[in-house]
């Protein structure tokens, strides 16, 4: 790790399915850094809204339940797939992960008072450096000096299979053409929102996971990192 002039940091960006999370967190173990996963922010953001039924349009209502709102995140506990994710104090790490909730994040995600408050959070975690941030821009908007910057893509009907399979392993009924037209909707909202959307950073390494398994990404990542 050689690169002193910029923050040491690990970005890793890109669309659903491409294995962003299990990659993040294996380099994040591998390095001793943090994993800062985003995508639980907003997420769990958005499940605050909802629960309170908060017109997303309405953008004085959105703040004041923001402004109402703490969110804590908790390192993944071992065996489990994901960040502890505290909002007002309870546990909301599972529920947040359904495909319902997925596309309430999306949609919350494109709301400006949003924005601003989570990029922010997540800025200030990665002040001491040492982070592995996951998302959507967190090479363009949030850790513009990152050193380590990667866009990770596969095409949407893999993608859309992997999210299918990890359902499954929960034991939940998947109907394929559903979750398939769900993953392209995320994605043309994701990256046709006007504020900080899904794009690759010009310094970003990207590497196509179509064809690759966890391991290869993870290793090829590595090596371009140390
Ligand atoms: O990574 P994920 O699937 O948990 O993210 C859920 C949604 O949150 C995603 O569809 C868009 C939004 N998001 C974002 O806008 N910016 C990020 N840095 C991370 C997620």
Known sequence: MSDTRKER?????????????????????????????TGAMYRAVGLKLKE????????????????????????????????GVLLDGRDVSQEIRSPEMSMIASATSALPAVREKLTLMQQEIGIEGKIVAEGRDTGTVVFPGAAWKFYLDAAPGIRMQRRA?????????????????????????????????????????VIDTSLLSIDEVTEAMLALIT
């Open 52 to 83: 309170a039924r908060v017109d997303l349009d309405d953008a004085d209502a959105v703040l004041d339940c923001l402004n109402a709102t703490s969110l804590k995140l908790l390192p993944a506990r071992a065996g489990s797939d994901g960040v």
């Open 165 to 205: 399979e990890q359902l499954r392993s929960q034991g939940k009924q998947v109907d394929e053409d559903e979750l398939l037209a769900m993953t392209v909707k995320r994605d043309h909202d994701d990256q046709s929102r006007s504020i900080a959307p899904l794009c690759k950073a010009v310094d970003a390494h």
């Open 9 to 37: 940091i690990v970005t890793i960006d890109g669309p659903s399915g491409v294995g962003k999370s299990t990659i993040s967190r294996r380099i994040a173990a591998s390095l001793s850094f943090t994993y800062l996963d």
